[in-house]
């Protein structure tokens, strides 16, 4: 048993320490959720911000977009020329996706200088595509409304999960500490 731990030291190692963050962090998140609902910003603050942002960049578009709280459920109504799409909720502010990115950021991780700014660098581009992707998802549903669950549950979802996944791939051949041992 102590032969397998020694080989398998790496994964193991990787594992627990992505585990470790993503649990703490996602406690974290909870805390905030369950402390933030219910003051000025309707749900919390993140939705509330990727909401205006993301009025903005369709309005940007040419677009009339409108959000308004929800009346009825803790969410955010998005409104396209009078149109209503679609609820913004906590899950669409990005921030469990930024939490899953910098876990695994934090396992393979390289240096703490290049560590820190790619977290940082990452995040702000997962949560910059998030963004666009709303918006275009809001695009879509307001043209395309027979395609609203193939939009809302493949393509979109796809987008956002591509780039972390893309942010990972170049993160482990090109800072992590693993790709400089094998060099």
Known sequence: M?????????IIKFILTFLVVYISFSVLYKF??????????????????V???????LDTFGYNAQV????????????VNGKYLARIVEGCNAISV??????????FSGKLRT???????????????????????????YHYPQHSEFLHTVVFPAIIYGMVFLLWIFWVNRFSKLNNKHE
Not at 68 to 79: D, G, Y
Not at 98 to 107: H, N, P
């Open 2 to 10: 102590k032969l397998l731990f020694i080989k398998y030291k790496l």
């Open 32 to 49: 905030y959720l369950e402390y933030s609902g219910g003051f000025k910003f309707h749900p919390d603050y993140m939705t509330y911000l």
């Open 51 to 57: 909401s205006k942002q993301s009025e903005a960049l």
């Open 68 to 79: 308004l709280p929800h009346p009825n459920e803790p969410s955010i109504k998005l409104m």
């Open 98 to 107: 930024i939490i899953l990115f910098m876990s695994f950021i934090i396992a």
């Open 115 to 141: 560590t820190f700014f790619y977290i940082l660098s990452g995040s702000i581009i997962i949560y910059s595509v998030n963004l666009l992707r709303i918006a275009v998802l809001s695009i879509g549903l």
